[in-house]
């Protein structure tokens, strides 16, 4: 089975539509960690499209904040006012799918799906020692995580964590790159955010799961940035959300 995971939409529509067109006919099913809504200006949009295609969806902090205004407290000043116009533009039909959306970690298909850390769901794993906690906690072979916007991940083999990044040395920084997944590894792997990436590659970013190969390609693709950050201005949201898209930050 070939799995399309994705994650932080942000409510991008043109970034979503990209990776819909790229990846028609490329997977058998497809997951998302979270982060549907949040930043961007159509969140009934991306929250219609992730319902209707993906059976499997667990909440981000964005989803929770802007459905039910909860945990702003955490927010910074753009993105708490971000969520409040989310809140705001959302219709009941998408905001009470996002209200009810479980929170992770949720087990599936011998894997789990988080949207932070196996932890603590809001929690960031950015660096290796964050990654081996969430190593220690769980004997589950490969994890899915989101909320950085960073794509790569850690691998935990002889009992050492290493680091992969979209961008970085020995990992190719255009198209896409594979992972073939080692016997005796463990992994958290993060496809990287569709709607804001912050690894300074603007392009959208997910990943594909080949069971039968046991190996995860991720992928960029560039997406119509500038009708992105049209509808942003036009909703008279932060201009910051618009000029950081085209930074990848
Ligand atoms: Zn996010």
Redesign the pocket.
């Known amino acids: 089975m070939r799995i399309l995971i994705y994650s932080?939409i942000?409510a991008n529509l043109p970034a979503l539509e990209a990776m819909a067109a790229a990846t028609a006919g490329g997977y058998d099913v497809s997951v998302c960690l979270g982060?549907v809504v949040?930043y961007g200006a159509q969140p009934n949009q991306t929250s219609a499209w992730v319902r209707a295609a993906t059976p499997t969806v667990i909440r981000?902090n964005?989803d929770r904040a802007c459905a039910a205004l909860h945990g702003l407290q955490w927010f910074n000043p753009t993105a708490a006012a971000a969520a409040r116009w989310t809140h705001h533009v959302l219709e009941e039909p998408a905001r009470q799918w996002l209200d009810e959306l479980p929170a992770g970690p949720l087990p599936w298909e011998g894997m789990s799906l988080v949207h932070g850390s196996p932890l603590d769901e809001d929690e960031y794993l950015v660096e290796p020692a964050q990654a081996a906690g969430a190593f220690a906690a769980t004997e589950i072979r490969l994890q899915w995580f989101?909320?950085t916007?960073i794509q790569g991940g850690f691998e935990y083999s002889e009992e050492e964590v290493s680091e992969f990044r979209h961008g970085e040395p020995g990992v190719r920084q255009s198209g896409s790159f594979t992972l073939r997944l080692q016997a005796g590894a463990r992994y958290l792997l993060n496809p990287g955010?569709v709607g804001?990436p912050r690894d300074g590659d603007w392009r959208a970013a997910y990943a594909i799961l080949h069971q039968e190969d046991d190996a995860v390609t991720f992928h960029r693709v560039p997406y119509d940035l500038a009708a992105a950050q049209a509808s942003i201005l036009q909703a008279g949201l932060p201009a910051a959300l618009a000029q950081r898209l085209a930074k990848g930050q």
């Open positions: 932080d942000h982060d949040g981000g964005h989101g909320h916007h955010s804001q």
